[in-house]
């Protein structure tokens, strides 16, 4: 069955790293993503990664891929204050054009 | 260049009522995707239009249907408005021949039915 698991929270210290993890069920994801949502605020594409692919950078982000365990990270380096934001994973199965979602993962930063 | 447009930003419905929500995708997309998404979870895929048809659903039962126009806008109505049809509904606008389905979002309308 489809399911995506992500804990309900993080909170990290302002400049430190934060690692918000995922994991999914199916084997046959091909593409998974990882949005924000800030209070009142739609969903913003931070970045996706093709499932052929263990790692993908882009700026403060970097994203792990491991697909024998079905687990999926995202690293923000240099944690400020406008991280604050729920984080939602997401993956695409094979043709299928719907994403499914975990529930997301508040992240909190302290000062 | 516009990003995902929706519009109203807040609605309230009373039970039995019907609603329509409308949605303009970004420039140069062609493909909406529908979703709601309750308080404190994940957002749950409605339905998807593309060269105006229903392209894929997600389990949501007929009370809930949609509409794409030939400028690639979009639809979603909801008849029999029920206390759990209560939620934010999001519209997201991609490129049918882009492979990684990168889908961006608009802002949402807040439903409230009463």
């Known amino acids: 069955g489809e399911d995506v698991e992500q804990s309900l929270f993080l909170s990290v210290r302002e400049g430190d790293s934060s690692v918000i993890n995922c994991t999914y069920t199916?084997?046959?994801?091909?593409?998974l993503y990882w949005y924000k949502q800030e209070p009142g605020a739609g969903l913003q594409l931070l970045t996706y990664?093709?499932?052929n692919m263990d790692m993908k950078q882009d700026q403060r982000l970097t994203v792990l891929l491991n697909k024998k365990d079905k687990h999926l990270s995202l690293r923000i380096a240099d944690t400020q204050t406008g991280d604050s934001a729920i984080y939602f994973c997401?993956?695409?199965?094979?043709?299928?054009?719907?994403?499914?979602w975990g529930a997301g993962t508040k992240l909190i930063i302290k000062p | 260049d516009a990003g995902v447009t929706q519009s109203p930003t807040h609605l309230i419905k009373t039970r039995g009522q019907q609603v329509t929500l409308r949605c303009s995708p970004k420039?140069?997309?062609?493909?909406v995707s529908w979703y709601q998404q309750a308080l404190g979870q994940g957002p749950q895929f409605i339905f998807q239009?593309?060269?105006?048809?229903?392209?894929q659903r997600g389990n949501f039962p007929d009370r809930f249907s949609g509409h794409q126009f030939p400028n690639y806008s979009s639809e979603l109505n909801v008849n029999a408005l029920l206390l759990g049809d209560s939620a934010l509904y999001l519209c997201?606008?991609?490129?049918?021949?882009?492979?990684?389905?990168?889908?961006?979002f608009g802002p949402g309308t807040r439903l409230t039915v009463t």
């Open positions: 990664i093709f499932s």
């Open positions: 997401a993956e695409k199965m094979g043709s299928n054009y719907q994403l499914i």
């Open positions: 997201a606008s991609s490129r049918a021949s882009g492979g990684a389905n990168e889908q961006y």
């Open positions: 420039s140069g997309h062609d493909t």
């Open positions: 199916d084997s046959s994801s091909t593409y």
């Open positions: 239009y593309y060269e105006e048809e229903e392209r």
